[in-house]
């Protein structure tokens, strides 16, 4: 005896789920996702290109200031804080790194 395996658009459903999910939408949006998507596409677009700009102020911010610049006041942080702020830099100098060769292609 065998067992034919249907899903009944089950991945379908899965994926329109996970999709409002990442636009943090409520479930009363999964019909309209699948019958009209171009509006939530748009809305997904947006937030990427929102994270992107984050992402390069983030650089801008963290790069050393131009010539000229007045001097910073000195801030005193412990090493574990300087540690984590070289890591989220690094992770960010990755992510734009990643964005800009993805980009290329």
């Avoid at 949006?29 to 947006?46: G, I, T």
């Avoid at 989220?88 to 993805?102: D, F, G, H, N």
Wanted: glycine share 2%; net charge negative; aromatic share 4%.
């Amino acid at each position: 005896m065998s067992v034919i395996e249907h899903e009944f658009g089950k991945k379908k459903r899965e994926t329109v789920r996970q999709f409002t999910s990442l636009l943090t939408l409520d479930a009363l949006h999964e019909a309209n996702v699948v019958s009209n998507p171009v509006p939530y596409l748009e809305r997904a677009s947006e937030q990427i290109y929102q994270l992107e700009k984050a992402l390069c102020e983030a650089l801008d911010a963290a790069a050393a200031p131009l010539e000229g610049a007045p001097s910073a006041e000195m801030v005193m942080v412990n090493a574990d804080e300087y540690r984590r702020l070289l890591n989220c830099r690094a992770i960010v100098e990755k992510a734009l790194v990643q964005r800009r060769s993805s980009g290329e292609d």
